[in-house]
Antibody, heavy 120, light 111 residues
Framework: EVQLVESGGGLVQPGRSLRLSCAASGFTFDDYAMHWVRQAPGKGLEWVSGISWNSGSIGYADSVKGRFTISRDNAKNSLYLQMNSLRAEDTALYYC?????????????WGQGTMVTVSS | QSVLTQPPSASGTPGQRVTISCSGSSSNIGSNTVNWYQQLPGTAPKLLIYSNNQRPSGVPDRFSGSKSGTSASLAISGLQSEDEADYYCAAWDDSLNGYYVFGTGTKVTVL
């Protein structure tokens, strides 16, 4: 079964850091680009960051550029999001999503998300 | 970074046809294909339409997509109660550094 499972969310104070993980199974992980998408409570979807199969292409939304870092470990079938200098507006459910191809296509598999709450 | 514009809501009775519009610009919809996602209450988004009008395996043919210029639309024919959900269009944007842009979302209510 194709599956993405996110972890690492929680309550964190403004200015602190958090690292999210996404464990992939059921498909050849290193054949596809991967992405992080977030959804603030009661709001719409926002693409956060994406990474190609070999980490050669990486992109970030302006709202997180310079604070968040995406990475992947193909040997461990895992995707990561290092989030630094967190702000209240980063509070959201963070989804891991699989690209249909190697960057630049639709997102055909989604995890269930991990909640990040930034508050003092 | 821009967003794609959708109407906040749409509704219909069972069996009716509902259409959702998605307006973008030359750097996103005008240059790239459009995808649509369905998000049922309390669940993760699901890919509904990709490459403007292609349905992934398992998606009923009641759902169809189209694109013209810098706009796209999703049609749901034969509306069913289980179609009540939020729908988002999305496309890659070719602006500086490239990014993926989602629509503002449309809540479909089955009356």
């Amino acid at each position: 079964e194709v599956q993405l499972v996110e972890s690492g969310g929680g309550l964190v104070q403004p200015g602190r850091s958090l690292r999210l993980s996404c464990a992939a199974s059921g498909f050849t992980f290193d054949d596809y680009a991967m992405h992080w998408v977030r959804q603030a409570p009661g709001k719409g979807l926002e693409w956060v960051s994406g990474i190609s199969w070999n980490s050669g292409s990486i992109g970030y939304a302006d709202s997180v550029k310079g604070r968040f870092t995406i990475s992947r470990d193909n040997a461990k079938n895992s995707l990561y999001l290092q989030m630094n200098s967190l702000r209240a507006e980063d509070t959201a459910l963070y989804y891991c999503a699989k690209d249909k191809a190697d960057y630049g296509d639709a997102f055909d598999i989604w995890g269930q998300g991990t909640m990040v709450t930034v508050s003092s | 970074q821009s967003v794609l514009t959708q109407p906040p809501s749409a509704s219909g009775t069972p069996g009716q046809r509902v259409t959702i519009s998605c307006s973008g610009s030359s750097s996103n919809i005008g240059s790239n294909t459009v995808n649509w996602y369905q998000q049922l209450p309390g669940t993760a988004p699901k890919l509904l339409i990709y490459s403007n009008n292609q349905r992934p395996s398992g998606v009923p043919d009641r759902f169809s997509g189209s694109k013209s210029g810098t706009s796209a639309s999703l049609a749901i024919s034969g509306l069913q109660s289980e179609d009540e959900a939020d729908y988002y269009c999305a496309a890659w944007d070719d602006s500086l550094n490239g990014y993926y842009v989602f629509g503002t979302g449309t809540k479909v209510t089955v009356l």
